[in-house]
């Protein structure tokens, strides 16, 4: 790879206050110096895009949850308990979240056309600007992370970081998992 110790560095891990949108971008050294393993680089790269997450809702002065809502909604009405699922939260935690991103003029509730006692979620002009803006701000520092990658690098990149995934939605199959020899 071309470049990439700077930003996915062997001996390094990610400081959560330095992350890429929340201030900085700095990386810490590896305390024991030992090379990393994959269980090392997947746990860092979520460090990574939660600092970019947090810095663009730190600009829209939203919550990362809400942020995050915003990105359920760009494409779809929702009901409350579909979102509250999307978002994995209580019933009654989505209430809230909906409440005060409704009484900022960000959603609103609407009557589902299916059931008269369902609510449906969609954003108002206003959550519409702040989820393109945002989404625009998120992609642009994710692209940030991956530049000096080839596009032969970014590709691979792409469908290894999307293996996990595959593997989870069941289409593709898992790889057998050893067994641990110290359990019966």
Request: aromatic fraction near 4%; glycine fraction near 12%; charge should be neutral.
């Amino acid at each position: 790879m071309t470049c990439t110790d700077d930003i996915f560095g062997r001996s390094s891990v990610p400081n959560p206050e330095e992350a890429p949108g929340a201030g900085g971008g700095g990386l810490i050294p590896d305390p024991d110096g030992e090379p990393d393993t994959t269980v090392d680089v997947l746990v860092r790269l979520p460090f990574l895009v939660h600092g970019v997450l947090t810095g663009v809702a730190a600009e829209y002065d939203v919550s990362l949850v809400q942020l995050r809502l915003f990105g359920i909604l760009r494409d779809r009405r929702p009901g409350m308990l579909e979102l509250a699922g999307y978002l994995g939260l209580d019933k009654s935690s989505m209430t809230g979240l909906v409440a005060r991103a409704e009484k900022r003029g960000l959603v609103q509730r609407l009557p589902s056309p299916h059931d008269g006692r369902g609510v449906l979620v969609s954003p108002t002009p206003e959550g519409r600007r702040i989820t393109r803006q945002g989404a625009a701000g998120i992609a642009r520092r994710l692209d940030a992370l991956t530049t000096a990658l080839t596009p032969a690098e970014r590709t691979r990149f792409h469908d290894l970081a999307e293996a996990p995934r595959v593997i989870v939605s069941g289409r593709c199959p898992a790889p057998a998992v050893p067994s641990d020899p110290r359990t019966p």
